[in-house]
């Protein structure tokens, strides 16, 4: 009777172990060793942006991308530019607003691989109180426990109410802006 129980014991385990979901690990970004810019056109030539402080968590396996997710927090106070003059002047109601919204962020569960390490995270960006559905291109390059995380992808300002009143028009900023990313990550754990 007890060999029966401990056979039954044993395929219940093994059949357990078969079907148990596959986690993902974990990854922090190393935010002083990574990137996250924006580039405006302004009257025809690029203007680089850029936030100084955020943070990613990556929850990523290779082999079962299904349970991969992404959160990223901006803190939109941190945006700098190419001077003291912008760098107020986008922090105002007009553009960022970022005293009354001083965190952007993009949350993604949806993940599908499209390279050998290329995968598209589907999701959503929030700026500025506004949500909105976004696919982000991600290339992923791992190395032992460190992880580099990168992509860009073209957002429009409008579509977030940045750049309001008299800048509404794309006559001198142009309504797209791409945002770049350089990610170095750890693995947590």
């Not at 990574?34 to 056109?41: D, G, R």
């Not at 982000?136 to 390059?141: E, G, Q, R, T, V």
Request: aromatic share 8%.
């Amino acid at each position: 009777m007890s060999h029966t129980i401990s056979v039954r014991v044993m395929f219940a385990v093994l059949a357990m172990s078969l079907t148990a979901p596959v986690f993902a690990a974990k990854w922090r970004s190393i935010t002083a060793d990574s990137s996250l810019e924006f580039v405006v056109t302004f009257e025809g030539a690029e203007s680089t942006g850029k936030f100084e402080a955020f943070s990613a968590e990556l929850g990523f396996e290779a082999e079962s991308i299904d349970t991969s997710s992404l959160r990223v927090i901006i803190d939109v106070r941190s945006a700098t530019m190419s001077s003291a003059d912008l760098d107020e002047a986008i922090s105002e109601k007009t553009w960022f607003d970022s005293a009354a919204y001083p965190q952007a962020d993009f949350n993604s569960t949806m993940f599908r691989q499209t390279g050998k390490q290329e995968f598209l995270a589907q999701g959503q960006v929030s700026i500025k109180g506004v949500a909105r559905e976004l696919v982000l291109p991600l290339n992923i390059s791992i190395e032992g426990d460190r992880m580099e995380l990168s992509g860009k992808v073209t957002l429009s300002r409008l579509d977030f109410g940045i750049g309001t009143g008299e800048w509404e028009s794309d006559s001198s900023i142009a309504h797209a802006v791409d945002v770049r990313f350089k990610l170095l990550m750890q693995k947590a754990g």
